[in-house]
């Protein structure tokens, strides 16, 4: 291998850049790394090709439509490498170990771990410096794990493919990365694993599958993070499964550059009297399309899901959830948290589904979206499909502007107006933040926002 | 003549087009509480509002000053750092955020770094105790989901932590049970008898007298139909309690034919 490769490899979405794909990533289960087949990637290429883009009727003012997708320039590569023989390379901040970690937010590492990997865009380095692996758990990139632990990758690779989209489909024919997280039965963390991906290099394209398994009775947190500054196209997917009994949390900080795309579909399988609980943060990227699927196909089982994002700028990120209670006696809550300033651009499809059996099931659905400008526009489009009798479905949504009773009640205490938005607009997301996992977990997404806040321009509303 | 007082001159307000305040003038001398009192839709909270700097205010003419600064045109935080401070009639909820952290914003706003975090912390938990509250009050959101009576509490705890020059009570005592009115009274009493707040300015607006008995006022004025038309000593407000407002009503009306 040589460095050169690195950076050669030009990506779009084509026939001959999927052959060109096979022949660089080699089959799955050889010594080449790939966790994908030649033929599963031929497969889901064709799917690609095939399916509709998704989104609603496009010109209803959306600045971005999935059917027009330029791939122009990208590029990406699969090598795998250690931190020792990390080629110097001159653009990258990632010449050494050193500079590497200046790239990535620390105080999100520091936190004790049970394990974790880092991938610098789809390359995959090692696992974060900070905290030893926790013994009993097996955290590896995805394409080790097919040798080491065919069966158990096989028993939840697939749950995202199941109801796979146009993107789902591309993250599959062009998977470059991914990672496997096993916590056996009976084994529970305190700390979380981390999964880190550190977007370096502008232009580059990265498709990670992420897999998760635990076994009846397992506890853990798994954090997925997306660092960095540079502009990366970023598609791909997360397949959960849990045994019965088990709780997963399951987090998502987005924070890619400011021209970074996104496209992320996640899916979890709870086993009988298990909890999965999603935590999304969508907090970076030009555009950014976030999937969350719950299944609950297993009695008693339970699907939490917080989500949030605060779009500034020019930012458009698309939320969907969807929750699906196949069989009775399982609940479902999903609380989400949505605002946009300046031209910032969103929508939250929330979907909850109760099949015909799923008689008992209790689901609840809460969404409040927040217009802090004229330029802003968040669409929220909660849907319930109702098949069962005997249930429980709650459903409420608003959108709105900052309450001016509130903005009039914090002046009048002397506080500035400017410090008066920022802190009734950051107390707008503590319903979603709240049920994040981890005093420090919430606190960092709590730094963003701010963040976020400082950088938005235009707050008039 | 002094410019100390929280003064209001000729003051006509509108809302929404419609002239609710034809005239006021009104001061409220340091030191002392000044019960404002009047029928409902006299202009009481339109007053208050004002003062405060409520934007769906038009200030048609006069002025409000606080110890000589014109404090109309200003931004409502300006007026809070002059040392003005408004409890609400209706307080509004801030879901989100919490007492603490409100209580900790405001007082740094209003009055910079001049406490450290420690001694901060004791003012609050010794205003707590003054007031009866649980000190898990500070953990809950702003007003979400509180009762009248500690949202009332809440207002009181902020005059306490912000210590203002002149506080105007908008209707303090409605909705309140005798205990939480007692709490009321003695929360602004124990301020007075503080180094800071003895010369603490009060504008107690009210439209029944049982406030006062907790909270005694050393001048009252009776507001009507958008002008003060009487003022007087405390015995005006023993006057309104036994006779109401009709009288004092009948009175103008044979005043000004």
């Known amino acids: 291998m040589s460095s050169d490769t690195l ?7 084509t026939k001959a850049a999927l052959e060109d794909a096979i022949s660089y990533l080699g089959d799955a289960g050889t010594d080449s790394g790939s966790a994908v087949s030649a033929d599963a990637r031929r497969a889901a290429f064709a799917r690609f090709e095939t399916l509709p883009a998704p989104g609603d009727r496009p010109n209803r003012g959306w600045r971005h439509d999935y059917a027009k997708l330029k791939f122009d320039d990208l590029r990406w590569s699969s090598e795998r490498m250690t931190i020792a023989t990390l080629p110097s390379r001159p653009r990258p901040v990632a010449s050494n170990t ?23 865009g789809s390359t995959f380095l090692d696992h974060p410096k900070s905290g030893a692996t926790d013994a009993r758990v097996t955290v590896m990139p995805l394409s080790d794990a097919l040798r080491a632990h065919p069966e158990l990758v096989q028993s939840a690779a697939g749950t995202v493919a199941k109801r796979g989209d146009k993107f789902t489909a591309l993250a599959t024919a062009f998977q470059n990365c991914g990672a496997f997280v096993h916590v056996p ?25 992420i897999v998760v398994v635990l076994g009846d009775g397992a506890r853990a947190t798994v954090i997925e ?27 998502a900080v987005q924070r890619a550059g400011e021209g970074a795309r996104s496209m992320m579909t996640r899916a979890a399988r709870s086993g009988r009297d298990a909890v999965v609980a999603f935590h999304i943060a969508e907090l970076g990227g030009v555009l950014v399309r976030s999937v969350v699927d719950a299944e609950l196909d297993a009695e008693g089982a339970r699907a939490e899901t917080s989500a949030l994002f605060f779009n500034t700028g020019f930012q458009h990120v698309d939320l969907v959830t969807e929750t699906r209670h196949a069989v009775g006696n399982t609940t479902s809550d999903v609380v989400v948290r949505t605002a946009a300033s300046d031209r910032g651009q969103g929508r939250f499809h929330g979907n909850i589904i109760i099949e015909p059996k799923a008689h008992g099931s209790d689901a609840s659905l809460r969404d409040d979206a927040l217009l802090l400008s004229k330029g802003s526009h968040i669409d929220s489009v909660p849907a319930l499909e109702i098949a069962a009798n005997d249930v429980k ?6 959108v709105g502007s900052l309450d001016a009773d509130a903005l009039f009640y914090a002046s009048s205490r002397g506080i500035p107006r400017g410090e008066a938005v920022r802190m009734i607009a950051l107390a707008f997301f503590e319903p979603a933040i709240s049920r994040f996992p981890g005093d420090a977990l919430r606190d960092e997404v709590r730094t963003a926002l701010d963040r976020k806040i400082d950088t938005a321009t235009d707050l008039d509303a | ?47 208050a509002f004002t003062m405060a700097g409520h934007p769906g205010y038009e200030v048609l003419s006069g002025s409000v000053t606080l110890d000589g600064e014109e404090i109309l045109g200003q931004a409502p935080d300006k007026r809070a750092k002059a040392g003005l401070f408004l409890s609400f009639q209706y307080p509004a909820a801030i879901p989100g ?28 938990f010794e205003k707590l105790d003054a007031l009866d509250m649980d000190s898990a009050f500070l953990g809950r959101y702003v007003n979400d989901g509180f009762s009248g009576g500690e949202k009332k509490r809440l207002e009181m705890l902020q005059m306490a932590i912000l210590a203002p020059k002149y506080a105007v009570l908008d209707e303090t005592d409605s909705g309140l049970d005798v205990d939480a009115l007692q709490a009321v009274g003695q929360s602004a009493q124990s301020l007075r008898a503080t180094p800071e707040g003895a010369d603490m300015g009060f504008l107690v607006i009210t439209h029944y007298p049982r406030i006062l008995k ?14 003060i038309v009487k003022t007087g000593g405390p015995e005006l407000a023993d006057q309104i309690e036994r006779e109401g407002y009709d009288k004092i009503r009948d009175e103008v009306a044979a005043a000004s034919v």
Not at chain 2, 12 to 27: H, P, Y
Not at chain 2, 103 to 120: C, E, H, I, N, Y
């Open chain 2, 1 to 47: 003549m002094s410019t100390r007082g929280l003064v209001v001159t000729d003051l006509r307000v509108a809302v929404a087009g419609n002239e609710i305040l034809k005239g006021i003038n009104l001061t409220v001398e340091p030191g002392r509480v000044h019960a404002l009192m009047g029928p409902n839709g006299s202009g009481k909270s339109t007053l």
């Open chain 1, 225 to 251: 993070r997306h660092e960095g500054e540079a502009d990366a196209f970023i598609c791909g997917i997360v397949d959960v499964v849990t045994g019965a009994n088990a709780r997963l949390d399951y987090v």
């Open chain 1, 98 to 120: 050193d500079e590497l970690d200046l790239s990535i937010d620390q105080p999100a590492l520091a936190t004790e771990n049970a394990g974790g990997l880092f991938h610098l």
């Open chain 1, 185 to 209: 039965a009976g084994v529970q963390l305190d700390a979380p694993i981390q999964l880190v991906f550190a977007h370096d290099g502008d232009d580059a394209a990265v498709f990670p599958h």
């Open chain 2, 214 to 227: 907790h909270l005694p006022a050393d001048v009252v004025h009776v507001l009507v139909d958008g002008r």
């Open chain 2, 97 to 124: 955020v919490s007492v603490a952290n409100f209580l900790r914003t405001a007082r740094q706003s209003v009055r910079p770094d001049d406490l450290t975090p420690a001694k901060f912390r004791a003012l609050v």
């Open chain 1, 7 to 13: 950076d050669a490899l030009a990506f779009a979405p």
């Open chain 1, 393 to 398: 479905a709650f459903h409420g949504a608003t």
